[in-house]
């Protein structure tokens, strides 16, 4: 049985179409991560499965339950982290512990040894208001909530937005721990380097779904050769390349090929067929721009992205 099996899942705000036609599914065990940017639809999905929300259309099922007629009983078994720090907050980290840990009917002691690696870095300060932590120490105290009664599946909507980079490291090494106890694990994450430790991502975007697969066979799905091109004016290099007209390359669709994107110190562009790299470093040279270097580099899930919405265009 699948941990979770989505259909067409279809939802409305209005006019606003949040979700559109979304099917998928996630395997017991997994960590399954949704990619996106913010808008994307993951936060209205997310609310969908922990049955916040009612579906305008479609049917999700998280282990055979029906996220609407079976929300009682699937409350019991779900462990969900909102993207916005929700617990309380006038309430001391053991406190708010406590608390959860009573409405589901289990206590702190029980379930000690499965938020014993997250908790134990933060309980030194078990007597603090939850209001008074840090980004991180609040993040670590919701994924010690959301887990405190030993939940089958953990949904977690964006939980190291404005996390430093420290505490994202460290929270990426705590939902793989968790992976290994058997709990099924569904992230969301605006982070592309996020979706490499996931063993199977979905791309979303504007309420669609643009891809499921794994990093990896994601990545190797980028359909043409890809090169980064750096140079110190980097913004000037960027508009240089937008603006490289057809005759330069004496082809009819260059600007359509060369596709310019931004990325760090560089931008990377697709060449038309039977284009060198050299020409692009002569055509920079004329433009202002000597002394720039073209490498061919092995596309990252960013650049999936970017065609994939392209397309959709």
Known sequence: MAAVEAYNITHRYGKVTA?????????????????????AGKTTLFRIAVTLIIPSAGRMTLFGLNTVSNYRELRNIIGYMPGRFSLYQDLSVEENLNFYATIFGTTLKENYHLIEPIYRQIEPYKKRI??????????????????????????????TTGVDAVSRTEFWEMLAGLKHEGITIIVSTPYMDEALRCDRIALIQTGKILGIDTPDNIRRSYGQKLYAVKHPGKYKLLTSLRSLSAEVLAKADTLYALNPEPFGDSVHINLPEGTEPETILKALETAGLPGATITEIVPGIEDVFLELMKSEQ
């Open 19 to 39: 979700l559109d036609d979304v099917t998928f599914n996630v395997n017991d065990g997994e960590l399954f991560g949704f990619i996106g940017p913010d808008g």
């Open 130 to 159: 939850a209001g008074k932590l840090s980004g991180g120490m609040k993040q670590k105290l919701a994924l010690s909530c959301a887990l405190i009664h030993r939940p089958k599946i953990l949904i977690l909507d964006e939980p």
